[in-house]
Every structure is written in structure tokens, then in C-alpha cells.
């Protein structure tokens, strides 16, 4: 579980390796305290023991479809923002994401700039 720092707590949800060591390097150099995972399993669990300010997810991941845990979240945690990030480029992917209540939909490979925009007003709107 989270112990209060002061820091917003970011989970971030990644099956790649390298983007969750470079997105939670790059997030914890702006002042996040980031809980990286890679399955929708993890997760979900983490949602239910766990207070975070936003979560990253992506679409693809090994135990099931990002979409899925999205609407779980939704269900968990109504007021928690989720940004996906995805190599998914469809629009379909992004209308689903957005109809289910995804905050913003955002693509691989990222710009880290507005990642840092969209992440840091969610933060603010879900405070």
C-alpha cells in the first residue's frame, strides 16, 4: 500500500519492460511515486488495496485486454483518472476507450511533453 509522501501516486501499466523502466524513471524525476505493473491481474489488485492519483494502462497486455481492466477500474474506482497508452492506433480501440471512461487516449511511441500535460491535469481533476 501507498504511505502518504506528499507525492501523487501514479500506477503505471506496462507488459514492455523497457517503457515501464523508462516511464517510471521519467515519472518519478517530475515527483510521482509510481507503482509499475505489467498484467491486468496486478493491476486490479492494485486499484483495490491502493489510493492512486491516475493510472497509465495499456491496451495489450499478456492475461487479458486493457479495455477490459479499464471498465473494472471504472467499477473499483469511478473518480480515478486512466490514461491509455497504446501502440493501438485504431479508432475503434480509441472510441472504446473513451466511451468506456478513459480520460485521454495517448499512442506509442509517446511525446513525452504531452504526457506529462495530460498526466499532470489528471492528476489535478481527479484531486
Known amino acids: 500500500m501507498n504511505i502518504p509522501t506528499g507525492r501523487p501516486a ?10 515501464l523502466t523508462a516511464l517510471h524513471d521519467l515519472l518519478e524525476h517530475d515527483g510521482f511515486l509510481v507503482t509499475a505493473v505489467s498484467t491486468c491481474y496486478d493491476v486490479l489488485a492494485q486499484v483495490k488495496i491502493a489510493k492512486f492519483a491516475a493510472v497509465l494502462l495499456d491496451i495489450g497486455l499478456p492475461d487479458g485486454d486493457g479495455i477490459s481492466a ?4 471504472q467499477t473499483l474506482a469511478p473518480s480515478l483518472p486512466v490514461i491509455i497508452l497504446t501502440a493501438f492506433t485504431s479508432q475503434d480501440h480509441r472510441a472504446k476507450s473513451l466511451s468506456r ?4 487516449y495517448l499512442t506509442k511511441p509517446y ?3 504531452e504526457l506529462r500535460t495530460v498526466l499532470r491535469r489528471a492528476v489535478e481533476m481527479g484531486a
Open 101 to 104: 471512461g478513459a480520460f485521454c
Open 10 to 19: 501514479i500506477l503505471l501499466v506496462d507488459d514492455d519492460p523497457d517503457i
Open 111 to 113: 511525446n513525452r511533453d
Open 70 to 73: 479499464l471498465e473494472t477500474i
